[in-house]
């Protein structure tokens, strides 16, 4: 079954840290490149980071840049987004998603497959 998907969200303090975890299945996920957006409530889904199909080429949200992680382990099919220094306006509902190509993009209609998403909430 061709399939993401997502685990580790929960809730953190401001200044805590997740590590989120994105199980792939169904299709050659060292082929593609992947990434993390997000969709906090009210507002429209956003483009955290993405990986090359390689491991390569890790780029971030400037609103993310310096706290969030993100890598891939080919031989377990899956994708994490360690993310520290976390804040309140990180909360959101995460969802990882398979690009058409090995180099990815920042544009959201660029993904053919999207997992349920992990919830994240940052609050004391």
């Known amino acids: 079954q061709v399939q993401l998907v997502e685990s580790g969200g929960g809730l953190a303090q401001p200044g805590g840290s997740l590590r989120l975890s994105c199980a792939a299945s169904?299709?050659?996920?060292?082929?593609?490149?992947m990434s993390w957006a997000r969709q906090a409530p009210g507002k429209e889904l956003e483009w955290v980071s993405g990986?090359?199909?390689?491991?390569?080429?890790?780029t971030y949200a400037d609103s993310v840049k310096g706290r969030f992680t993100i890598s891939r382990d080919n031989a377990k099919n899956t994708v994490y987004l360690e993310m520290n220094k976390l804040k309140p306006e990180d909360t959101a509902l995460y969802y990882c998603?398979?690009?058409?190509?090995?180099?990815?993009?920042?544009?959201?209609?660029?993904?053919?497959?999207w997992g349920q998403g992990t919830q994240v909430t940052v609050s004391s």
């Open positions: 169904g299709f050659t996920f060292s082929s593609y490149a």
């Open positions: 998603a398979k690009a058409l190509t090995s180099w990815g993009t920042r544009a959201l209609d660029e993904y053919d497959l």
């Open positions: 990986i090359y199909r390689d491991g390569s080429g890790a």
